[in-house]
C-alpha cells in the first residue's frame, strides 16, 4: 500500500479505494454559550487506535501516524459560519473554534472525519453542539487585544487562555473575564509572516467583563498616544504592562468597546415632548408664554 505516499491525489485515491471501512465514534454531546469562546479539542490521541487495520501487526509498535480532520456542518459542505478549524500538522492537535452568536443557539450537529494519511483510513465522529444564550448577557465592556508573538492554536488550550487571562488581570481590575472570541490575525488582514526570525502570525483575543475599563487600558487610546500610533511608534502605558514579556500585546491595535455609551445612544428611543401618551387628546395651548430672544453675534 502506497503508506509513504502523502500528497494529496495519492490521498484521495485512497479513501475512494478504502472508502467502505471507515468506522464511526460515538456521538460526543457539547455545548456552547453565546458570546463565549467554544473550544473542542480534536485528539489525535483518540482516533488513533480506532482505524480499522490496527497498527498492532505494524513493525514499529510505537508508531505514530498523521492524522488530519474535515469537519462541516452534518449534510453541508462546510462549518456553520461562527465555527473554524484549525490543526498545524498532522502531528499536531485539531480545533474546532468559534463564538456562536445569538442566531445560532439551537442545536447544530458536526460532522468530523479523521483521516490517518498513513493507511488512509477514516474515522467518523458527528458531536451535538448545544448552543445556548448567556443567562448573563453580553459583556458591556470588551476589550480585544492583538498578541503578536503568539498564533491562533497556541492560544487555544485552556493554559494560555489562563495566563493570558492572569495578565487581563492586573491591568483591568474586575470580577471575572470572560473570553469572548479568538481570532487569527490572518482572519483580520494581517499577513502570513516570513518563515524567518520564528515570527508569528499574531492572534486576537477579544475579553469582556462587567466593570469599567482602568486608566491602564484607557490610556493607550489617549490622543498623545493615538498621534504616537500614526507615527508607528508603540503609545507610552504608565502602568506596568504585565503582559510582556510573554505576551507582546500591539497597543495601537487596542479596541475598547463600551457597549454601554452604544446602547444608550443606539437603542434606547427617545421620545420629544410632543408624543400624547395613549388614550389623551390633544388640547392646544390658549396662549404661549412670552419668550426672550438673544441677538446673535454678527447680526
Ligand atoms: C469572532 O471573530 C471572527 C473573526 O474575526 C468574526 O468573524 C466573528 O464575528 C467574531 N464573533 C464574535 C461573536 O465576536
Ligand atoms: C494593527 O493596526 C494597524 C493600524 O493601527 C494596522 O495597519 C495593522 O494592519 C494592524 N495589524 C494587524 C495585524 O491587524
Same mark, same amino acid.
Given at each position: 500500500?502506497?503508506?509513504?505516499?502523502?500528497?494529496?491525489?495519492?490521498?484521495?485515491?485512497?479513501?475512494?479505494?478504502?472508502?467502505?471501512?471507515?468506522?464511526?465514534? #460515538?456521538?460526543?454531546?457539547?455545548?456552547?454559550?453565546?458570546? *463565549?469562546?467554544?473550544?473542542?479539542?480534536?485528539?489525535?490521541? +483518540?482516533?488513533? %487506535?480506532?482505524?480499522?487495520?490496527?497498527?498492532? %501487526?505494524?513493525?514499529?509498535?510505537?508508531? +505514530? #501516524?498523521?492524522? $488530519?480532520?474535515?469537519?462541516?456542518?452534518?449534510?453541508?459542505?462546510?462549518?456553520?459560519?461562527?465555527?473554524?478549524?484549525?490543526?498545524?500538522?498532522?502531528?499536531?492537535?485539531?480545533?474546532?473554534?468559534?463564538?456562536? $452568536?445569538?442566531?445560532?443557539?439551537?442545536?447544530?450537529? @458536526?460532522?468530523?472525519?479523521?483521516?490517518?494519511?498513513?493507511?488512509?483510513?477514516? *474515522?467518523?465522529?458527528? !458531536?451535538?453542539?448545544? @448552543?445556548?444564550?448567556?443567562?448573563?448577557?453580553e459583556m458591556p465592556y470588551q476589550a480585544d487585544f492583538l498578541v503578536k508573538n503568539w498564533d491562533v492554536e497556541e !492560544?487555544?488550550?485552556? %493554559?494560555?487562555?489562563?495566563?493570558?487571562?492572569?495578565?487581563? =488581570?492586573?491591568?483591568?481590575?474586575?470580577?471575572?473575564?470572560?473570553?469572548?472570541?479568538?481570532?487569527?490575525?490572518? +482572519?483580520?488582514?494581517?499577513?502570513?509572516?516570513?518563515?524567518?526570525?520564528?515570527?508569528?502570525?499574531?492572534?486576537?483575543?477579544?475579553?469582556?467583563?462587567?466593570?469599567p475599563f482602568t486608566t491602564c487600558l484607557t490610556e493607550a487610546k489617549s490622543p498623545d498616544n493615538l498621534y504616537r500610533?500614526?507615527?508607528?511608534?508603540?503609545?507610552?502605558?504608565?502602568?506596568?504592562?504585565?503582559?510582556?514579556?510573554?505576551?507582546?500585546? %500591539?497597543?495601537?491595535?487596542?479596541?475598547?468597546?463600551?457597549?454601554?455609551?452604544?446602547?444608550?445612544?443606539? !437603542?434606547?428611543? *427617545?421620545?420629544? =415632548?410632543? *408624543?400624547l401618551e395613549e388614550g389623551t387628546e390633544f388640547n392646544p395651548p390658549d396662549d404661549a408664554p412670552d419668550r426672550m430672544?438673544?441677538? $446673535?453675534?454678527?447680526?
Amino acid at each position: 500500500m502506497a503508506g509513504q505516499c502523502l500528497t494529496g491525489s495519492c490521498f484521495l485515491a485512497g479513501v475512494i479505494f478504502i472508502g467502505g471501512l471507515s468506522a464511526s465514534l #460515538p456521538v460526543l454531546n457539547l455545548h456552547a454559550v453565546v458570546g *463565549v469562546i467554544f473550544i473542542h479539542e480534536l485528539e489525535r490521541e +483518540d482516533f488513533k %487506535d480506532t482505524f480499522p487495520f490496527s497498527m498492532d %501487526d505494524h513493525e514499529e509498535p510505537s508508531f +505514530d #501516524p498523521p492524522i $488530519t480532520f474535515h469537519a462541516n456542518l452534518l449534510d453541508h459542505p462546510d462549518l456553520p459560519r461562527w465555527l473554524r478549524y484549525i490543526q498545524r500538522t498532522p502531528f499536531d492537535t485539531g480545533y474546532l473554534y468559534g463564538s456562536a $452568536t445569538s442566531k445560532d443557539v439551537g442545536k447544530q450537529t @458536526i460532522e468530523v472525519m479523521a483521516y490517518n494519511r498513513y493507511t488512509f483510513e477514516t *474515522v467518523r465522529q458527528t !458531536m451535538e453542539i448545544r @448552543i445556548s444564550s448567556s443567562p448573563e448577557g453580553e459583556m458591556p465592556y470588551q476589550a480585544d487585544f492583538l498578541v503578536k508573538n503568539w498564533d491562533v492554536e497556541e !492560544m487555544l488550550p485552556k %493554559d494560555a487562555q489562563e495566563s493570558f487571562q492572569e495578565a487581563v =488581570d492586573s491591568m483591568w481590575e474586575q470580577e471575572g473575564l470572560t473570553v469572548i472570541n479568538i481570532t487569527s490575525a490572518l +482572519d483580520r488582514g494581517g499577513r502570513v509572516p516570513l518563515p524567518i526570525e520564528n515570527r508569528k502570525e499574531g492572534v486576537y483575543v477579544k475579553v469582556g467583563s462587567k466593570d469599567p475599563f482602568t486608566t491602564c487600558l484607557t490610556e493607550a487610546k489617549s490622543p498623545d498616544n493615538l498621534y504616537r500610533c500614526r507615527l508607528e511608534q508603540q503609545p507610552i502605558i504608565t502602568c506596568y504592562d504585565s503582559f510582556s514579556p510573554r505576551f507582546q500585546v %500591539d497597543w495601537c491595535n487596542l479596541t475598547l468597546i463600551d457597549l454601554t455609551t452604544i446602547n444608550a445612544t443606539e !437603542m434606547v428611543p *427617545v421620545y420629544g =415632548d410632543g *408624543v400624547l401618551e395613549e388614550g389623551t387628546e390633544f388640547n392646544p395651548p390658549d396662549d404661549a408664554p412670552d419668550r426672550m430672544f438673544f441677538s $446673535t453675534r454678527g447680526t
